[in-house]
């Protein structure tokens, strides 16, 4: 995986919101780089900027710095047709499968509205025709009867509307999905069947993901590498396999402590690290680490000084002074 090249690059994203008193610094800093083909989940607690940066990304929030390159194309330097043309290679896929959705539309004219939408601005050139062949292929491949294209979603499951979902995110064959918590609201059966999904479209069409979720398991489950966020920055950065085997961050070490184990035994046996206090608030300014009222490791410099993701062995880095040599 490592050979193959870099499709998404993302360096010092920053997304800043203005309030009244200050701004919120939802995503204060973040680099990081997707390979073609490759899964790269992104977990955190909630509020932590998951999906703020996803959203910057794709440019639905322009961001406040930082670069986005798209096959070497900066997003952030486009407007108009040239980043609408661009985005033709990225695509999202919602939390909510419902209102994710436009409920006076049927599923058929759902998957079908990007065509439309690049048709009408001369990017993309499609027949009626064209259209209503594609989104026949594309139910078939998540798994949808044609005969169903008519419905509008209320008349589907939550599993379903979310099937329409992917199914319009694939319409213009992307090649980057950002799939943002795309199976937390299902029920755990239908997470499963969602998730198999988005394996299989994957390996069928060469699929790359950003996968955002805040559940651990689908997270290891999904996830080719995986970066873990904490108040808008990215803690630790590594393959999926290294991260749960070997994680170093003190953040990581507490939320994969509290993930629940499937053997019972283990569960009891296992200690838990209970982090003290709550997430600070994003809207002012910090000076050093943005860990350290909460970790039971902290020094001095960490008052003092903000640290960088940094190599710490072969795939693995993590933003950590425990592990700055320097």
């Known amino acids: 995986m490592g050979a193959e090249p870099v499709l998404l690059d993302v360096k010092g994203l920053k997304m800043h919101f203005p309030t009244a ?7 204060d800093g973040v680099d990081f780089q997707i390979r073609r083909g490759e899964t790269l989940g992104l977990v955190g607690e909630s509020g932590c900027g998951k999906s703020t940066t996803a ?30 043309a661009a985005r033709r290679d990225l695509q999202m896929v919602f939390q909510d499968p419902y209102a994710s959705l436009d409920p006076r539309m049927t599923a058929g004219d759902l998957i079908a509205e990007p065509l439309c939408i690049y048709h009408s601005r001369g990017i993309l050139r499609t027949t009626r025709q064209d259209r209503e062949r594609r989104v026949g292929e594309l139910m078939d491949r998540v798994g949808l009867a044609r005969s169903f294209r008519n419905r509008y979603p209320h008349q589907f499951s939550g599993g379903q509307r979310q099937r329409i979902g992917i199914a319009r995110a694939l ?156």
């Open 55 to 84: 959203r910057a990304v794709a440019q639905l929030h322009r961001p406040t710095a930082g670069q986005v390159l798209l096959k070497g194309q900066d997003l952030t330097l486009m407007t108009g047709k040239a980043l609408i």
């Open 171 to 326: 319409a213009l064959s992307p090649e980057l999905v950002l799939c943002d918590e795309p199976v937390s609201a299902l029920d755990v059966s239908i997470q499963a069947q969602i998730l198999n999904l988005l394996k299989d479209l994957q390996e069928e069409l060469g699929l790359t993901y950003l996968f955002i979720a805040h559940d651990l398991a689908i997270i290891e489950y999904i996830s080719t590498r995986v970066a873990v966020m904490y108040l808008g920055t990215i803690a630790e950065l590594a393959d999926a396999a290294e991260l749960y085997r070997n994680p170093l961050h003190p953040y990581t070490q507490a939320l994969l402590s509290a993930a629940p184990i499937p053997d019972p035994a283990l569960e009891r046996a296992r200690q838990r690290i209970i982090l003290p206090g709550d997430v600070p608030s994003p809207d002012r300014a910090r000076v050093g680490c943005p860990f350290q009222d909460r970790c039971c490791k902290r020094m001095d410099v960490c008052r003092e000084n903000t640290p960088r993701l940094r190599e710490s062995g072969p795939q693995h880095q993590v933003a950590c002074f425990l592990y700055h040599d320097d």
């Open 21 to 27: 008193h200050g701004w919120i610094r939802a995503v």
